[in-house]
């Protein structure tokens, strides 16, 4: 499959970006019909402004992004949680298709006020990333303003606690203008929301995603970039528990024509059980298509990009949609906690993906556990040893 990733320059020095802007996925003005808050209350968009009682409470916000010709993809996210209230975890990771990343952790950071100008639980921040609800279901902004440690895709792969090779400074502002209605898992399907009952729902938690078109300034070292594409946002409120968690795969893009799918699917379960799998297709106008994965590029190595990953959902009255996908850049999960020998493997990409006549530039994250990846010498010394 043929990519639409356009030319960059590098610079020398702080790995500067330079090209021609990216063009806009379809900024055409939605219907009137489609309720871009899917039936949700404006309050679910608003934070937690305080300490909750309950120590495991979570209140999160993350976005990915994607430049609307491959040439980078960027995760960005603020997660606050009960018992550590005052030490917020932020996390950016900037991929370049050329391998490079940019990447910065902190629990330590000083927290910004959850409350906008008017006073409103509209911002969720820490250090040098800001999340701002502007409008509800409308527009959200996200920015980072701070310094990130150069890295590679492959230096990742081979060990996720490398040190960086250097500090940059990064800086990014982009405006997320919500095109899709909110996705909700476990109201899609009456098997998935069976599964969100127990401990499966436990580990995707209380949340909702919803796609967005992006538009924004990216700075790294001295070079400035401005850009436009596609974004993931997700919102995130409540109790969530992995320490059962077996993998993942989830992927998801909207297209030049406002058409979108999204879906997210556990693999198989060793005693039988049924693993929980949902997802939706849009057609740009009304509502979400609940829609079931039936072919899902499970992940059972690393590699630093170019792997082609493509999926079918099918929908409930039969329809079965085959999206192709390539990634562009692969990184494996840095995590700031010890996890255990046995835990999954995360590994976040982001993807060219057509569907019919229609190339999009979209978001995966999968995992697998350590046992059923398929490890080489050459990519993957550091697993085996943590195997």
Same mark, same amino acid.
Request: overall charge negative.
């Given at each position: 499959?043929?990519?639409?990733?356009?030319?960059?320059?590098?610079?020398?020095?702080?790995?500067?970006?330079?090209?021609?802007?990216?063009?806009?996925?379809?900024?055409?003005?939605?219907?009137?019909?489609?309720?871009?808050?899917?039936?949700?209350?404006?309050?679910?968009?608003?934070?937690?402004?305080?300490?909750?009682?309950?120590?495991?409470?979570?209140?999160?916000?993350?976005?990915?992004?994607?430049?609307?010709?491959?040439?980078?993809?960027?995760?960005?996210?603020?997660?606050?949680?009960?018992?550590?209230?005052?030490?917020?975890?932020?996390?950016?990771?900037?991929?370049?298709?050329?391998?490079?990343?940019?990447?910065?952790?902190?629990?330590?950071? =000083?927290?910004?006020?959850? !409350?906008?100008? +008017?006073?409103?639980?509209?911002?969720? &921040?820490? %250090?040098?990333?800001? *999340? /701002?609800?502007?409008?509800?279901?409308?527009?959200?902004?996200?920015?980072?303003?701070?310094?990130?440690?150069?890295?590679?895709?492959?230096?990742?792969?081979?060990?996720?606690?490398?040190?960086?090779?250097?500090?940059?400074?990064?800086?990014?502002?982009?405006?997320?203008?919500?095109?899709?209605?909110?996705?909700?898992?476990?109201?899609?399907?009456?098997?998935?929301?069976?599964?969100?009952?127990?401990?499966?729902?436990?580990?995707?938690? =209380?949340?909702?995603?919803? !796609?967005?078109? +992006?538009?924004?300034?990216?700075?790294? &070292?001295? %070079?400035?970039?401005? *850009? /436009?594409?596609?974004?993931?946002?997700?919102?995130?409120?409540?109790?969530?528990?992995?320490?059962?968690?077996?993998?993942?795969?989830?992927?998801?893009?909207?297209?030049?024509?406002?058409?979108?799918?999204?879906?997210?699917?556990?693999?198989?379960?060793?005693?039988?059980?049924?693993?929980?799998?949902?997802?939706?297709?849009?057609?740009?106008?009304?509502?979400?298509?609940?829609?079931?994965?039936?072919?899902?590029?499970?992940?059972?190595?690393?590699?630093?990009?170019?792997?082609?990953?493509?999926?079918?959902?099918?929908?409930?009255?039969?329809?079965?949609?085959?999206?192709?996908?390539?990634?562009?850049?692969?990184?494996?999960?840095?995590?700031?906690?010890?996890?255990?020998?046995?835990?999954?493997?995360?590994?976040?990409?982001?993807?060219?993906?057509?569907?019919?006549?229609?190339?999009?530039?979209?978001?995966?994250?999968?995992?697998?556990?350590?046992?059923?990846?398929?490890?080489?010498?050459?990519?993957t010394h550091h697993l085996r040893q943590q195997a």
């Amino acid at each position: 499959m043929q990519t639409r990733r356009g030319t960059m320059a590098t610079l020398a020095g702080a790995g500067a970006l330079l090209g021609t802007p990216g063009r806009l996925l379809g900024q055409e003005p939605k219907p009137a019909n489609v309720d871009l808050t899917g039936g949700l209350p404006i309050e679910r968009e608003f934070v937690l402004a305080e300490r909750p009682s309950d120590p495991e409470m979570r209140d999160a916000v993350n976005v990915w992004i994607e430049e609307a010709n491959g040439n980078f993809g960027m995760r960005i996210g603020v997660e606050a949680v009960g018992a550590s209230w005052d030490k917020q975890t932020v996390w950016l990771d900037l991929a370049l298709s050329d391998g490079r990343v940019f990447s910065y952790r902190s629990e330590a950071d =000083p927290i910004h006020s959850p !409350l906008n100008a +008017a006073g409103d639980p509209m911002v969720r &921040g820490a %250090g040098p990333a800001r *999340f /701002e609800c502007v409008e509800p279901f409308k527009l959200w902004t996200a920015a980072f303003d701070g310094t990130a440690g150069l890295f590679s895709a492959q230096q990742l792969i081979d060990d996720p606690d490398a040190a960086a090779t250097r500090q940059h400074p990064v800086s990014c502002k982009v405006d997320l203008m919500p095109c899709v209605p909110p996705w909700v898992p476990g109201s899609m399907l009456p098997s998935a929301k069976e599964a969100m009952k127990g401990k499966q729902g436990e580990m995707i938690s =209380p949340r909702y995603e919803q !796609l967005c078109r +992006a538009k924004g300034t990216l700075r790294v &070292g001295d %070079g400035e970039f401005t *850009f /436009e594409g596609q974004a993931l946002r997700i919102r995130r409120q409540g109790i969530r528990r992995l320490g059962t968690f077996w993998g993942h795969c989830w992927q998801s893009a909207v297209f030049p024509s406002g058409k979108a799918f999204g879906f997210n699917a556990f693999p198989p379960r060793k005693d039988g059980k049924p693993s929980y799998a949902e997802g939706y297709v849009f057609d740009s106008e009304g509502k979400l298509v609940p829609a079931r994965p039936v072919s899902i590029p499970w992940m059972h190595t690393l590699v630093a990009g170019d792997e082609h990953v493509p999926l079918v959902l099918e929908t409930l009255d039969g329809r079965r949609i085959a999206i192709d996908g390539q990634s562009y850049v692969n990184v494996r999960s840095r995590s700031m906690i010890q996890v255990p020998p046995d835990f999954p493997i995360v590994a976040q990409s982001h993807a060219t993906y057509r569907w019919g006549d229609e190339e999009a530039s979209g978001m995966m994250e999968r995992s697998t556990l350590p046992d059923a990846m398929l490890l080489t010498d050459r990519s993957t010394h550091h697993l085996r040893q943590q195997a």
